[in-house]
């Protein structure tokens, strides 16, 4: 009786928990789709032309900020002498001068610098995709995958008209 009680839950254990493995375990991991997904990650963050318009921009407010601020700094300090009219013209002139480019530097300066740390940032971007893309390359042309041809030289035998020769293969 103690037997055949062993030998059920021998075959009960062998029918419920044992089942066979399916996956097969491989050590090979292609490394091309990581590569494809890091160049597209970064390749998002990399794009630096808006930037380089916005320094533009930036810097041509900033520009002309300081072209009018250094103008009417200028008119004030030589022309200001409030007893003439000259005088009196000139520092209010150069007044407006300096009250004319607050607007441009204010939005200039701003712009400027947050543009220039944006294009550091999206170049470190451009440049790690880059070295991405290299590593990628050079992965490739390890493996034999990327810009290689392959060529083969097959037989080729003619029943029919009792010849034969050399079939050139290139796989590209």
């Known amino acids: 009786m103690e037997k055949k009680i062993l030998l059920i839950i021998f075959f009960v254990n062998i029918l419920c928990f044992a089942t066979p493995s399916t996956s097969s375990v491989t050590n090979e991991v292609d490394s091309t789709?990581?590569?494809?997904?890091?160049?597209?990650?970064?390749?998002?963050?990399?794009?630096?032309?808006?930037?380089?318009?916005?320094?533009?921009?930036?810097?041509?407010?900033?520009?002309?900020?300081?072209i009018l601020a250094g103008f009417g700094t200028y008119a004030v300090l030589s022309n200001y002498n409030p007893k003439s009219?000259?005088?009196?013209?000139?520092?209010?002139?150069?007044t407006l001068f300096i009250i004319g480019s607050i607007p441009f530097l204010?939005?200039?300066?701003?712009?400027?610098?947050?543009?220039?740390?944006?294009?550091?940032?999206?170049?470190?971007?451009a440049n790690k995709r880059d070295e991405y893309q290299r590593s990628l390359d050079s992965y490739?042309?390890?493996?034999?995958?990327?810009?290689?041809?392959?060529?083969?030289?097959?037989?080729?035998?003619?029943?029919?008209?009792?010849?034969?020769?050399l079939n050139l293969l290139m796989q590209f």
């Open 33 to 66: 789709n990581i590569y494809s997904k890091l160049i597209a990650e970064e390749g998002y963050d990399a794009d630096y032309t808006p930037n380089t318009t916005g320094m533009l921009v930036g810097g041509s407010f900033t520009g002309i900020g300081l």
């Open 85 to 94: 009219y000259e005088g009196a013209a000139g520092g209010f002139i150069g």
């Open 106 to 125: 204010g939005i200039g300066i701003p712009v400027l610098s947050y543009n220039i740390y944006k294009y550091n940032e999206r170049k470190g971007h």
């Open 140 to 165: 490739n042309q390890r493996r034999g995958t990327s810009g290689s041809i392959k060529m083969s030289l097959l037989p080729s035998l003619d029943f029919f008209n009792g010849g034969g020769g």
